[in-house]
């Protein structure tokens, strides 16, 4: 079942365009990333989905419902932060929350209480958000779209600014939401490191367009080591492949390019025997085809900030 699904979804400020035809497909049960540069149309999306931005164009349905009423109720069930938590300077987590039930209507002590032991701030329930390190601002924060024990949760870069150590709890908090509680978590970060320890699924976003959805699976396949190639004959290139050094994992591109996914660490070997197969190998390379290297070029450069 579909959480969230967009089609063509558009978004445009007179002539600028922010999200341009996004079309997503975010699994129930999933941890989902949205990835992509500031400015790439992340928050945007996460304000229409959520009712705070109107699309120019396109549709989208939550957790099935695709009508104005049906939103209403769709929304009831997710909770979220779009860019900085909002809270009272002078009130402790514990007053924060209250008051966040209490305005949501769902006021219960006992479940403020077990929220702020989830989000792990229980030791520090006397402390004013005031004096909070921004890691305990965005735990609250998320402590916050707990409230009412939504089924969805939408986070717009919750891992922003933070140290190493403030970036491991918020991940191992979002696992655990996922895993034990049965979350559905629509993340967005240009961390790309850090998504990748916790989401399945990613949407990579740049210039408002959406470049590519795939898995943790694809990922994985995408960014393998490989050896790249550029010979004078794709064809007898192939043929002396599979049937000389008998490999069938590799893929052939324009302009007399193949990437090579077996025998990586064997160069020497594979453009010898291209070589007496009668292939000309005009350039043959190693590519450590790594996440974040991955990742930088789908989003088109590496101003990731």
């Known amino acids: 079942m579909l959480a969230i699904k967009t089609e063509n979804l558009t978004k445009k ?7 341009d035809n996004v079309s997503l497909n975010i699994e129930a049960g999933s941890i989902y990333g949205l990835v992509g540069n500031n400015g790439a149309g992340k928050t945007t999306i996460f304000k229409i989905l959520l009712g705070l931005a109107i699309q120019t164009s396109g549709t989208f349905s939550l957790f099935g419902e695709d009508t104005v009423r049906g939103y209403e109720k769709a929304r009831r069930e997710i909770g979220s932060i779009i860019e900085i938590p909002s809270m009272q300077a002078n009130l402790t987590a514990f007053q924060n929350l209250k008051a966040i039930a209490i305005s949501l209507g769902c006021y219960n002590k006992e479940d403020i209480s077990s ?19 921004l890691g305990m601002k965005q ?6 779209t707990l409230i009412g024990d939504p089924k969805m949760l939408i986070l717009d870069e919750p891992t922003n600014g933070l140290d190493p150590g403030g970036i491991m709890e918020i991940r191992e908090l979002i696992l655990r939401l996922n895993h034990e509680h049965n979350k559905t978590i629509l993340i967005s970060s240009h961390i790309i490191s850090e998504l990748n320890k916790v989401v399945n699924s990613y949407g990579i976003l740049r210039s408002g367009k959406l470049v590519k959805e795939l898995t943790s699976i694809d990922l994985q396949a995408c960014s393998r080591p490989m050896l790249r190639l550029v010979v004078n004959d794709v064809l007898t290139a192939s043929d002396v492949l599979r049937n000389k050094l008998k490999v069938t994992d590799f893929e052939t591109y324009p302009n007399n390019t193949i990437k090579l996914y077996e025998m990586t660490d064997r160069a020497q070997t594979v453009s010898k025997e291209l ?3 009668g ?3 005009l350039s043959i390379e190693h590519q450590d085809n790594d996440l974040e290297n991955y990742f930088v070029s789908l989003m088109g450069g590496t101003n990731n900030d």
Not at 13 to 19: E, K, T, W
Not at 139 to 144: C, D, E, Q, S, V
């Open 275 to 277: 070589a007496v197969g």
């Open 115 to 133: 929220i702020i032991e989830l989000v792990g701030l229980s030791s520090k329930s006397d402390i004013k958000f005031k004096n909070y390190s």
């Open 13 to 19: 400020y007179g002539a600028h365009v922010v999200v």
């Open 139 to 144: 735990r609250l924060g998320i402590g916050a």
């Open 279 to 281: 292939v000309l190998v």
